[in-house]
């Protein structure tokens, strides 16, 4: 984390804490000697707040940040660099690398609406970032869905020619009959007409309607 991303008014607290734990004035503090580790100690410590460590990002602690995070996407999270940890109330729990940032208070409330207010933990932009690391490791990976190899259209009934029956194919399924071409007698489960008969009957159908066609073909002549 660099000075330019810290509020100024901050980042001279958090070196006055250095010095003084360090047992010198703020003024002679060399601010280049200060590890990342060391200013993120002291701005929790000004901050008010605690400072979460790669070391704490346990399997118990990423199972309470997965049950927050699951309907949140993870580079959503990378940009505003936050991770919800845990909903107490009306309050919202959440680790940040930038607690101070305005921005980030108003996505969280806007998101986790029943929530009234944040509080923050504290990490650094390393931390956060294998928290967020491990989070999408451990997302579901998307599954591709298989496009249908059969089509699931009904082929339409043939209509022969009058006077030729169709062959009858034993490997063919019969078609579902209607409730009313069902047997209601409990004694006899077979259908009272089998599609060989069926077919018969629309061929006839077929054959009267071509006949009357012709007679008032004949007629208008």
């Known amino acids: 984390m660099t000075a330019a991303e810290i509020p100024s008014q901050t980042l ?11 047992g010198m004035n703020a ?13 993120m100690s002291a701005l929790a410590y000004v901050l008010g707040i605690p400072l979460v460590e790669v070391g704490d990002l346990s399997d118990a602690f ?3 940040c997965r049950a927050l995070t699951a309907e949140l996407e993870t580079e959503a ?3 505003y660099q936050f991770v919800p940890l845990s909903r107490r109330g009306d309050t919202l729990i959440a680790i940040s690398s930038r607690p101070w940032d305005a921005t980030t208070t108003d996505v969280l409330l806007g998101y986790f609406q029943p929530c009234a207010r944040v509080k923050f933990v504290l990490a650094s932009p390393e931390c956060l970032r294998a928290l967020l690391e491990r989070l999408q490791a451990a997302e579901p990976k998307p599954t591709r869905s298989r496009s249908p190899t059969q089509s699931t259209t009904v082929p339409a009934p043939v209509v022969l020619p ?3 029956r169709a062959a009858k194919d034993p490997d063919s399924p019969k078609p579902a009959l209607p409730p ?6 409990p004694q006899n489960d077979d259908p009272l007409l ?14 009267e309607i071509h006949r009357l066609t ?5 007629r208008s002549l």
Do not use: F, W, Y
Request: no cysteine; hydrophobic share 40%; charged share 30%.
């Open 27 to 39: 003024a002679a503090l060399d601010k280049e000697s200060v590890s990342e580790s060391e200013l």
């Open 62 to 64: 990423l199972a309470d």
């Open 162 to 164: 009058p006077g030729v």
């Open 77 to 79: 999270l990378m940009d």
């Open 12 to 22: 001279r607290e958090a070196h006055q804490a250095i010095a003084e734990r360090r």
């Open 180 to 185: 009313s071409a069902r047997s209601v007698s």
């Open 194 to 207: 089998t599609s060989e008969d069926v077919t018969h009957l629309m061929n006839v159908l077929a054959g």
């Open 214 to 218: 012709q007679q008032k073909s004949q």
